[in-house]
């Protein structure tokens, strides 16, 4: 099974700051087929990015994820106050299971 | 745009069994892979299981096979999970999704999620 390690487990920011975190897999994923998730508290998670790089319908352009094989990131260039979320990504493809990774608490500084 | 609502989550004790449901409404549900993920309390998400829009071909986390079956009515745009021998373990919401693009034989990323149903195992 693939694992997916995502890095730092919580993020200190203040709004306005530009964050980066980190989604790392065990093995190489097949088309880049990963994808990120935000969650806001009391809410389901919402589909930020696609196949890597590609953001979902409705997403704003400060959210951009980028990376292919094992390693890839998430950016969120100018943080606004209801980015502050957990974050998780997730592989997806032919073969199950379909992991998610531990997740990463950003929080406001 | 579409919806996807759970219903069908509640108390059961350790050992008994709970069927889920997922209304699917707004897109055209026979044509897309759907999956049930779980979170439990305080914790991350976890993939449970995920039935094609086409074949029907399932799949299921280790954790929850030979005691989890999924299934869909394409007729009636819904999802079920049929859940036996229940542990304590399987405390959790349980949110229905929809896969964000019909890939013949790929699963792909969840881009449409109910707003989850809670199921506590406990005596």
């Known amino acids: 099974d693939i694992v997916l390690t995502q890095s730092p487990g919580t993020l200190s920011l203040s709004p306005g700051e530009r964050a980066t975190l980190s989604c790392r897999a065990s093995q190489s994923l097949s088309s880049n087929y990963l994808a990120w998730y935000q969650q806001r508290p009391g809410q389901a998670p919402r589909l930020l990015i696609y196949?890597?790089?590609s953001r979902a319908t409705g997403i704003p352009d400060r959210f951009s994820g980028s990376g292919s094989g094992t390693d890839f990131t998430l950016t969120i260039s100018r943080l606004e106050p209801e980015d502050f979320a957990v974050y998780y990504c997730q592989q997806y493809g032919r073969s199950p299971p379909f992991n998610f990774g531990q997740g990463t608490k950003l929080e406001i500084k | 745009e579409g919806q996807l609502v759970e219903s069908g989550g509640g108390l059961v004790q350790p050992g008994g069994s709970l069927t889920l449901s997922c209304a699917a409404s707004g897109f055209t549900f026979g044509e897309y892979t759907m999956s049930w993920v779980r979170q439990a309390p305080g914790k991350g998400l976890e993939w449970v299981s995920s039935i094609a829009g086409v074949g029907g071909r399932t799949d299921y986390a280790d954790i929850v096979k030979g005691r989890f079956t999924i299934s869909r009515d394409n007729s009636k745009n819904i999802l079920y999970v049929q859940m036996n021998s229940l542990r304590a373990e399987d405390t959790a919401v349980y949110y229905c999704?929809?896969?964000?693009?019909?890939?013949?034989?790929?699963?792909?990323?969840?881009?449409?999620w109910g707003q989850g149903t809670k199921v506590a195992v406990s005596s």
């Open positions: 196949d890597a790089s």
């Open positions: 999704v929809k896969d964000h693009v019909a890939r013949n034989g790929v699963f792909d990323s969840f881009d449409i």
